[in-house]
Protein backbone atom coordinates (compact mmCIF):
# COMPACT_ATOMS: atom_id res chain seq x y z
CA UNK A 1 0.00 0.00 0.00
CA UNK A 2 1.59 3.20 -1.05
CA UNK A 3 1.51 6.18 1.43
CA UNK A 4 0.65 10.10 0.47
CA UNK A 5 3.86 11.91 1.67
CA UNK A 6 4.01 15.58 1.30
CA UNK A 7 5.99 17.32 -0.91
CA UNK A 8 7.95 19.98 0.39
CA UNK A 9 9.37 22.85 -1.85
CA UNK A 10 12.81 24.50 -1.42
CA UNK A 11 11.40 27.37 0.82
CA UNK A 12 9.89 24.51 2.76
CA UNK A 13 6.41 25.00 2.34
CA UNK A 14 3.78 22.11 1.57
CA UNK A 15 2.42 22.56 -1.35
CA UNK A 16 0.33 18.90 -1.45
CA UNK A 17 0.93 15.12 -1.88
CA UNK A 18 2.53 12.83 -4.53
CA UNK A 19 1.83 8.97 -5.03
CA UNK A 20 -0.31 9.67 -8.37
CA UNK A 21 -1.53 12.53 -7.48
CA UNK A 22 -0.23 15.96 -9.03
CA UNK A 23 1.31 18.36 -6.41
CA UNK A 24 -0.29 21.81 -5.98
CA UNK A 25 0.32 24.44 -4.04
CA UNK A 26 -1.38 25.35 -0.94
CA UNK A 27 -0.31 28.86 -0.54
CA UNK A 28 -0.62 31.49 -3.39
CA UNK A 29 2.61 32.65 -5.48
CA UNK A 30 3.92 35.96 -3.50
CA UNK A 31 3.92 37.41 -7.17
CA UNK A 32 0.49 37.50 -7.87
CA UNK A 33 -0.54 39.77 -4.92
CA UNK A 34 1.83 42.06 -5.89
CA UNK A 35 1.01 42.49 -9.89
CA UNK A 36 -2.38 43.09 -8.60
CA UNK A 37 -1.09 45.88 -6.39
CA UNK A 38 0.76 47.52 -9.20
CA UNK A 39 -1.81 46.91 -11.43
CA UNK A 40 -4.29 49.03 -9.39
CA UNK A 41 -1.59 51.65 -9.04
CA UNK A 42 -0.88 52.08 -12.51
CA UNK A 43 -4.97 52.11 -12.84
CA UNK A 44 -5.22 55.07 -10.52
CA UNK A 45 -2.38 57.11 -11.92
CA UNK A 46 -3.61 56.39 -15.68
CA UNK A 47 -6.91 57.97 -14.14
CA UNK A 48 -5.36 60.65 -12.05
CA UNK A 49 -4.06 61.90 -15.56
CA UNK A 50 -6.91 61.46 -17.56
CA UNK A 51 -8.48 63.74 -15.65
CA UNK A 52 -5.82 66.37 -16.06
CA UNK A 53 -5.37 66.00 -19.59
CA UNK A 54 -8.47 65.95 -20.27
CA UNK A 55 -9.62 69.18 -18.04
CA UNK A 56 -6.37 70.68 -19.98
CA UNK A 57 -7.39 69.79 -23.43
CA UNK A 58 -10.96 68.17 -23.61
CA UNK A 59 -11.88 65.77 -26.15
CA UNK A 60 -8.10 67.15 -28.13
CA UNK A 61 -6.15 65.33 -25.03
CA UNK A 62 -5.05 61.98 -26.11
CA UNK A 63 -3.67 58.59 -25.43
CA UNK A 64 -0.09 59.09 -25.71
CA UNK A 65 -0.53 62.36 -23.46
CA UNK A 66 -2.15 60.63 -20.77
CA UNK A 67 0.01 58.24 -20.83
CA UNK A 68 3.06 60.21 -20.27
CA UNK A 69 1.49 62.26 -17.79
CA UNK A 70 0.67 58.86 -15.92
CA UNK A 71 4.46 57.66 -16.83
CA UNK A 72 3.21 54.23 -18.18
CA UNK A 73 3.01 53.01 -21.57
CA UNK A 74 0.12 53.20 -24.22
CA UNK A 75 -1.00 49.69 -23.57
CA UNK A 76 -1.44 49.98 -20.13
CA UNK A 77 -3.73 52.41 -20.34
CA UNK A 78 -5.57 50.48 -23.03
CA UNK A 79 -5.43 47.59 -20.34
CA UNK A 80 -7.89 49.75 -17.97
CA UNK A 81 -9.53 51.51 -20.81
CA UNK A 82 -9.88 49.12 -23.78
CA UNK A 83 -10.89 52.90 -26.10
CA UNK A 84 -10.51 56.37 -25.78
CA UNK A 85 -14.37 56.44 -25.80
CA UNK A 86 -14.65 54.21 -22.28
CA UNK A 87 -12.15 56.65 -20.28
CA UNK A 88 -13.70 59.73 -21.37
CA UNK A 89 -17.15 58.29 -20.74
CA UNK A 90 -15.23 57.26 -17.17
CA UNK A 91 -13.60 60.69 -16.82
CA UNK A 92 -17.65 62.19 -17.39
CA UNK A 93 -19.09 60.04 -14.94
CA UNK A 94 -16.15 61.38 -12.14
CA UNK A 95 -16.93 64.59 -13.25
CA UNK A 96 -20.60 64.71 -12.93
CA UNK A 97 -20.38 63.25 -9.43
CA UNK A 98 -18.08 66.26 -8.43
CA UNK A 99 -20.17 68.61 -9.60
CA UNK A 100 -23.19 67.33 -8.01
CA UNK A 101 -21.61 67.48 -4.55
CA UNK A 102 -20.52 71.03 -5.58
CA UNK A 103 -23.96 72.06 -6.69
CA UNK A 104 -25.66 70.26 -3.50
CA UNK A 105 -25.86 73.80 -1.28
CA UNK A 106 -27.79 75.29 -4.16
CA UNK A 107 -30.48 72.28 -4.32
CA UNK A 108 -30.44 72.78 -0.34
CA UNK A 109 -32.13 76.07 -0.72
CA UNK A 110 -35.56 76.88 0.06
CA UNK A 111 -36.38 79.72 -1.57
CA UNK A 112 -36.85 78.35 -5.75
CA UNK A 113 -35.33 81.46 -7.46
CA UNK A 114 -32.21 81.15 -5.16
CA UNK A 115 -31.79 77.72 -6.16
CA UNK A 116 -31.97 78.11 -9.46
CA UNK A 117 -29.63 80.58 -9.37
CA UNK A 118 -27.12 79.62 -6.81
CA UNK A 119 -26.89 76.15 -9.12
CA UNK A 120 -26.26 77.67 -12.69
CA UNK A 121 -23.79 79.81 -10.84
CA UNK A 122 -22.11 76.98 -9.38
CA UNK A 123 -22.19 75.06 -12.66
CA UNK A 124 -20.31 78.06 -14.63
CA UNK A 125 -17.75 78.20 -11.59
CA UNK A 126 -17.06 74.26 -11.73
CA UNK A 127 -16.42 74.33 -15.60
CA UNK A 128 -14.11 77.13 -15.86
CA UNK A 129 -11.08 74.31 -15.37
CA UNK A 130 -12.91 71.76 -16.60
CA UNK A 131 -12.77 71.75 -21.05
CA UNK A 132 -14.17 68.27 -20.89
CA UNK A 133 -17.11 68.74 -19.08
CA UNK A 134 -18.11 71.84 -20.57
CA UNK A 135 -17.67 70.23 -24.14
CA UNK A 136 -19.92 67.54 -22.06
CA UNK A 137 -22.97 70.04 -21.55
CA UNK A 138 -22.32 71.99 -24.38
CA UNK A 139 -22.60 68.59 -26.91
CA UNK A 140 -25.57 67.32 -24.82
CA UNK A 141 -24.88 63.77 -25.79
CA UNK A 142 -22.81 62.09 -23.12
CA UNK A 143 -24.21 59.94 -20.54
CA UNK A 144 -25.51 61.16 -17.32
CA UNK A 145 -25.73 64.46 -18.73
CA UNK A 146 -29.21 64.50 -19.27
CA UNK A 147 -29.75 63.98 -16.20
CA UNK A 148 -27.90 67.39 -15.01
CA UNK A 149 -29.99 69.61 -17.81
CA UNK A 150 -33.17 67.96 -16.39
CA UNK A 151 -32.24 69.10 -13.01
CA UNK A 152 -31.90 72.45 -14.19
CA UNK A 153 -35.11 72.57 -16.57
CA UNK A 154 -36.73 71.52 -12.87
CA UNK A 155 -35.24 74.23 -10.81
CA UNK A 156 -36.32 76.52 -13.66
CA UNK A 157 -39.78 75.62 -13.55
CA UNK A 158 -40.05 75.49 -10.10
CA UNK A 159 -38.43 79.10 -9.84
CA UNK A 160 -41.03 80.47 -12.39
CA UNK A 161 -43.74 80.92 -9.53
CA UNK A 162 -41.83 83.72 -8.11
CA UNK A 163 -41.53 85.99 -10.83
CA UNK A 164 -37.96 86.08 -11.38
CA UNK A 165 -37.91 83.50 -14.52
CA UNK A 166 -39.71 84.37 -17.82
CA UNK A 167 -43.15 82.61 -17.50
CA UNK A 168 -42.71 81.95 -21.47
CA UNK A 169 -39.01 80.17 -20.78
CA UNK A 170 -38.72 76.81 -22.29
CA UNK A 171 -36.53 73.89 -21.88
CA UNK A 172 -34.68 74.35 -25.22
CA UNK A 173 -34.26 78.12 -24.27
CA UNK A 174 -32.50 77.27 -21.46
CA UNK A 175 -30.58 74.85 -23.41
CA UNK A 176 -29.80 77.01 -26.65
CA UNK A 177 -28.67 79.96 -23.92
CA UNK A 178 -26.85 77.64 -21.36
CA UNK A 179 -25.26 75.32 -24.35
CA UNK A 180 -24.18 78.37 -26.33
CA UNK A 181 -22.61 80.26 -23.41
CA UNK A 182 -20.70 77.11 -22.73
CA UNK A 183 -19.68 77.22 -26.87
CA UNK A 184 -18.19 80.71 -27.05
CA UNK A 185 -16.36 80.03 -23.54
CA UNK A 186 -14.50 76.89 -24.94
CA UNK A 187 -13.87 78.76 -28.32
CA UNK A 188 -12.41 81.51 -26.12
CA UNK A 189 -10.23 79.13 -24.31
CA UNK A 190 -10.44 81.68 -20.78
CA UNK A 191 -10.54 79.37 -18.22
CA UNK A 192 -10.48 82.57 -15.83
CA UNK A 193 -13.11 81.53 -12.88
CA UNK A 194 -14.47 85.24 -13.06
CA UNK A 195 -15.39 85.43 -16.19
CA UNK A 196 -17.12 81.93 -16.48
CA UNK A 197 -19.34 82.70 -13.67
CA UNK A 198 -20.20 86.24 -15.35
CA UNK A 199 -21.71 84.45 -18.28
CA UNK A 200 -23.75 82.49 -15.47
CA UNK A 201 -25.07 85.85 -14.11
CA UNK A 202 -25.53 86.50 -18.27
CA UNK A 203 -27.53 83.53 -18.88
CA UNK A 204 -29.93 83.93 -15.46
CA UNK A 205 -30.34 87.77 -17.01
CA UNK A 206 -31.41 86.41 -20.26
CA UNK A 207 -34.52 84.06 -18.53
CA UNK A 208 -35.27 87.38 -16.45
CA UNK A 209 -38.78 89.03 -17.45
Known amino acids: MCRARSVV ?7 GTIGGVEP ?14 DARRNHERVFAAALDV ?35 AAV ?23 AFSQYVLRLFESLADDRLLSEALADGQFRNISGLLDRLSNLMEVAKP ?23 LIRVADREPALWRRFG ?7 RP
Do not use: W
Not at 62 to 82: C, D, F, M
Open 92 to 114: VDHRLAELERFTAPALAQTDPYV
Open 9 to 15: TVDGRAT
Open 24 to 37: VETSPRPAEPFRRA
Open 162 to 184: TGLVRADATVLDLRVVLCGMMLQ
Open 54 to 88: FAEAGLQGTVPQIAERAGVGKATVYRSYPTKEDLV
Open 201 to 207: ELTLQAL
